[in-house]
């Protein structure tokens, strides 16, 4: 709990004890009542009461803590002394659980940057030394205990066992290997490990968390950058209101002067827009906090409130829709299978090359390597003499068997193995989909969002992979400007769109889009241009993101609805001499403090935030 909700809390609490001293009171004492209960307007009123004036004064800006003050004074006035109390009272509670619910939300990244370690062992020499963590540059040697957090990006000297739930929301730890990349801020649960520093402490993967999330936390949503427009507005239609009523009733309806008074005064408590300032803003900060949590960071409330109406989305494939990298999808061995294995892996391994690792990750645990001296052929593959046969694996010759043909038609890369110019093996390679992805898809075409993959890849890959995902349109061979314009017309044909993507190419369109999606392992200005990102590399939180922002919506409507009819039901019962000052007060307060509990509802955890993916694979 942060110095701002304590005080808060203490305010609360104190005006409540002087009103339990000030009902004591009026039953023995009666004459000292008044002073217990002006006593709790001071302590419960005090703060509010001078923030609002501080705002009128430096804003020239009215708020509804100065309509507060005004109400509470005015009960005292014709001897409402308890009424003022009880106003001050819950009007204080209100303002406490909003507190509660931006300390929430503050709260986040206060637990992230305890995550990050200050300081670092520094390896010098083959000694360690204690330095701060803004003091490592690029290429430091760092040593990292076991149980301890990672104080700096950087890249593994030794294997490791590390949890990046504080990154990514993966709750499994991963084992890293020689050379992987590690961030700070996560924990090293196996032995002592070293790492080479790879970024600075300001441009640490951790480090743009916590500034996406302040970001966020600061920038309100449409809505409620609309309802503090409106306040001032509301507020001197308020005051005005008041006089006319009090006047209006005295010289047109015949009232004294005690009852019109009175009547002001209600209509000053029940007017008050508290209900409807708070509708927006403990839901929104809840939200984005909820997101936090589970690897789902938003620059600001604008854009989780715009995902509610989105209408289109267009994905980047490779890295986005797909992991990125090659698989064997289909292996075809005509003859002599166990010794083609083998002298299949024992020249890949040799290769770096993407379509080589492929192959060998496909292939390696099945076989025993021989020693080969494959020499590359440039642009074909690489061939190998053993036993005095020459063995080639790389691109087909023109002639394909009807198999072979079908996989290039279904936008696969053929590899062929040859013996003596014989075709003894060929393999079909695809970059495959993420497991999610068909499962995320049709959850967006079931909301009426128009699906689009934009690739750079060519049509008859880009054709394969998006005919099998389901979705509405395919584009390949995409350049950087072409995969713009393409998200400008969809703007145009749709109104709110969305791009997801992860590369530097995906840049252009993911700041042309109404919402940029980045994904957390693509490239820094995927994820600097971008509005949201995904940090765990998981299009899962694609669904969860528009799921929160509908339900956001969803509540900030009900809140927004409800504390209207409250405000309309209660002028109309106070013109109508139905309600005294106590119900007013309870009523209208009490409105508050339901818009805020149901804004706090956005902090528990979706229902169905766990998309169920199949295991079957995807049909090529």
Known sequence: MNSEEKRALRDTLGCLLFIIIGLILDWQFPPLAPLAFSLAILIGGYRQTWEGLQETWTHRHLNVDLLMALAAIGAAIIGNWLEGALLTFIFCLSGALEEYATGKSKREISQLIAMQPETALKIVQGQTQEVPVASLAVGDLVLVPKGANIPIDGRLSTPALVDESAVSGESVPLDKQLGDEVFGGTLNLGEALTLTVAKVSTDTLFAKIIQLVEEAQNTPSETASFIDKIENIYVKVVLLSVPLLIFGTHFGLGWDWQESFYRGMVLLVV??????????????????????????????????????????????????????????????????????????????????????????????????????????????????????????????????????????????????????????????????????????????????????????????????????????????????????????????????????????????????????????????????????????????????????????????????????????????????????????????????????????????????????????????
């Open 271 to 620: 007017a008050s827009p508290c209900a409807l300032v708070a509708s927006a803003t403990p839901a929104t900060l809840s939200a984005i906090s909820n997101g936090a949590r589970h690897g789902l960071l938003f620059k600001g409330g604008i854009y989780l409130e715009q995902l509610s109406d989105l209408r289109a989305i267009a994905f980047d494939k490779t890295g986005t829709l797909t992991y990125g990298r090659l698989t064997v999808t289909d292996a075809y061995f005509l003859k002599e299978e166990a010794l083609a294995k083998q002298i299949l892996v024992s020249m890949e391994q040799t290769s770096s090359h993407p379509l080589a690792q492929a192959i060998v990750h496909r292939f390696q645990d099945e076989v025993t390597t021989i020693a080969v001296t494959p020499k590359e052929i440039p642009g074909q593959g690489m061939e190998a003499e053993v036993a005095g046969q020459l063995w080639r694996i790389g691109k087909p010759d023109t002639s394909l068997s009807p198999a072979a043909v079908q996989l290039q038609q279904a936008g696969k890369t053929v590899i062929c193995l040859t013996r003596e110019q014989e075709l003894i093996a060929y393999f079909g390679l695809l970059d495959t989909p993420r497991p999610e992805a068909s499962s995320v898809i049709a959850y967006l075409k079931e909301q009426g969002i128009h699906t689009t993959m934009l690739t750079g890849d060519n049509q008859q890959t880009a054709l394969a992979v998006g005919t099998a995902l389901g979705l509405d349109e395919i584009h390949g061979g995409c350049l950087p400007q072409e995969k713009t314009r393409l998200i400008q017309e969809q703007k145009a044909a749709f109104g709110t769109n969305a791009m997801i993507g992860d590369g530097i190419n995906d840049a252009p369109a993911l700041a042309n889009a109404t919402i940029g999606f980045a994904m957390g392992q693509g490239t820094a200005i995927a994820m600097d241009v971008a509005d949201v990102v995904l940090m765990k590399d998981d299009l899962t939180k694609l669904q969860m993101s528009h799921q929160l922002s509908l339900k956001m919506k969803r509540i900030i409507t009900q809140n927004i609805c409800f504390s209207v009819a409250v405000i309309l039901f209660l002028i109309c019962s106070n013109i109508l001499q139905l309600i005294n000052l106590p119900f007013g007060v309870v009523a209208h307060e009490g409105s508050t403090i339901l818009v805020i509990l149901n804004g706090l509802r956005l902090l528990r955890s979706l229902p169905n935030e766990t998309v169920q993916t199949s295991t079957e694979p995807l049909p090529y």
